[in-house]
């Protein structure tokens, strides 16, 4: 457990162990932390393990997998071609757009209605399957060309705004279209106009704006020459390009490459991410479907070329995963998926192919392997630790039916190890007579879970009794035993009640370090005796700690317990204690101490600790 989870308890315990866990895998995995979140609920599932042990086991076992998590199963990142330059800006038009605005488009009406039929015009328009309009020429004074005007658009025509003939059909080119000067095209409609020469441009990337809104496009433009003007066909590429861009996005993101092997023209076609896949550059794609072999590892050359023979023999799809060297000696794992197309006759005439690159899942997937088998070790680690904490536990601690009874009162104790393997914890409890009618009773808990724990359980219950022959009052035995904690090796903490009970003043001594204080019930009243707080064992050396004393009479009973009983990660730790009060207040009866009875109505999670319980009543 690293030092940041120690003074965590609780749901927050829980939750930064769940987060560390998260973040140490997904370092290990080299994915992010949702996805690494995932492989550990799989993990725990696989396992059978409880969220939180597995998170543990993650966290606490930092062995580590050959270089850095999964980078060591995954070579760089296949290369992506840069995107391509932007085009230069076109010459600045605004002499043309100032001309245009200098002349008064009142008599627009009366050049269409005065314009004669052009059958080549109609013609055109009606037989492009594109956006098209016929342009006749605006004159100045001086007989220069100052603008275009739509006479007619076909029913396909739309500009970038959506108009269409409805909205363009006697308007002005310059006043809707002002792009076509700042890019040249009303030039070269001019020339078109001017010399007759036809006219073609494109794609290339254009621009309009209407209303404040502007809009881009990549635009592919024709120009011929008619009787009355110019009929203009242009197509916006709209849905190419967002076809195109959703191809190179799924190219991308899921590491896809197509390619196609025309056997009857002998040309190969491979996407840029097909030739990344392989370490190609685009133009080094293998001739044939017989060259793919080439440009594999070698262990898998064999498996290529039969995956090959069976495209152009059983003429059937074929599926494999094979390997490309890198240039760093590593590989890429490649998934590849082809199938022959046939002519009619049954023979094939070409080949498409698709590959992935799923060397990332291949590396999860090592890696994750890896993970489990630490956390097999870890999780067989921890159940020989849990027989061996088991063990000593029992060793150590009395047989509840045996505990060591004391002059004047009557003792009874229920302790319950925990029910999971890797929270067994460090409860303790312990009696012994004393000189002159005393007695001295104690309950602890060593800080921590599994075989450390339940070691330094040992050493310190042990210690108490050693101390306890001092005959000292519980105050100093309760100081020397944090002198004797603080110097364990390897470091540890814990809490305890030391107690001792004069049979003939019936006075009652108990000092507490950091433990949960004990309740006294008196004559149907449950009432919990609350003192100065003071540290827990280890914490600090040369602590002198508060001595608390009260007078009991016959019947009165003094309950000890350790957190187990009350800690719950939903609930408030002072009302699971009013809890307990109120529980013993109702189930205690004279000389009847219904421990079975009160663990019960407590529904502590036994999963989760240890529990003890010591009753001890005045007879």
Known sequence: MTAGLEGLTGAGRERALLAEAREVLADRLGCPTGEALQHLIWLARDLDLDMTDAAEMVVGDRETVPETGVQAFLPPLPPHAAPAAPPPAQADRDEVLR?????????????????????????????????????????GPDGRVVDLLYARLNDAAEDLFGQGAAELTGRRLLCTEPGSALTGLFDAYVTVLESGAPYARGP??????????????????????????????????????????????????????????????????????????????????????????????????????????????????????????????????????????????????????????????????????????????????????????????????????????????????????????????????ATRELPGGRGLFAIGDAAGHGLPAAAAMAR?????????????????????????????????????????????????????????????????????????????????????????????YEDDVVYLYTDGLVERRDADIGDRIARLAEILRTSANGRNLALDKVLARMEHDRAADDTTLVAVRVR
Do not use: C
């Open 460 to 552: 310190t219950r042990n210690g108490l009794l050693g101390l306890a022959s001092t005959g000292e009052h519980p105050g100093r035995l309760v100081g020397w035993l944090n002198e004797l904690v603080d110097d364990m090796e390897p470091a540890a903490t814990g809490t305890a009640i030391v107690a001792d009970y004069d049979r003939a003043t019936r006075m009652l001594r108990w000092t507490s370090a950091g433990h949960p204080p004990p309740i006294l019930v008196r004559g149907g009243a449950a009432v919990v005796l609350e003192g100065e707080p003071d540290p827990i064992l280890g914490a600090l050396p040369g602590v002198e700690y508060t001595g608390h004393e009260i007078r009991l």
């Open 99 to 139: 001309r245009a605005a200098r002349f008064a488009a009142e008599d627009d009406r009366a050049l269409l209605a005065a314009l004669p039929h052009d059958a080549q015009a109609h013609a055109l328009l009606d037989a492009s399957m594109d956006s098209a309009a016929h342009l006749v020429p605006v004159r």
């Open 204 to 429: 290339f990337a254009y621009a309009a704006a209407k209303d404040g809104v502007s809009r881009s496009t990549r635009l592919s433009v024709r120009a011929v020459a008619v009787p009355t003007g110019v009929v203009v066909i242009w197509r916006h590429h709209h849905e190419e390009d967002r076809t195109r861009r959703r191809l190179e996005r799924v190219e991308r993101l899921g590491r896809l490459g197509f390619g196609e092997w025309d056997l009857v023209s002998g040309e190969a076609n491979w996407s840029a991410q097909m030739s990344a896949n392989y370490g190609l550059d685009p133009e080094d794609a293998p001739a044939s479907p017989h060259d793919l072999a080439k440009v594999v590892a070698e262990q898998d050359i064999a498996m290529v070329e039969e995956a090959v023979a069976d495209l152009f023999e059983r003429r059937e799809p074929v599926e494999i995963e094979h390997r490309v060297p890198t240039p760093d000696g590593r590989h890429r794992h490649l998934w590849m998926f082809a199938e022959p197309v046939l002519d009619d006759a049954g023979r094939p005439v070409s080949i498409n192919i698709v590959s992935q690159d799923i060397t990332r899942r291949r590396g999860i997937e090592r890696a994750l392997a890896e993970t489990r088998r630490q956390m097999l070790r870890q999780q067989a680690r921890t159940a020989q630790e849990h027989r061996v904490a088991v063990t000593l536990r029992r060793a150590i601690l009395p047989d509840p039916a045996d505990v060591q009874q004391l002059p004047g009162l009557v003792v009874a104790v229920r302790s319950q190890a925990a029910e999971s393997a890797a929270r067994i914890g460090g409860d303790w409890f």
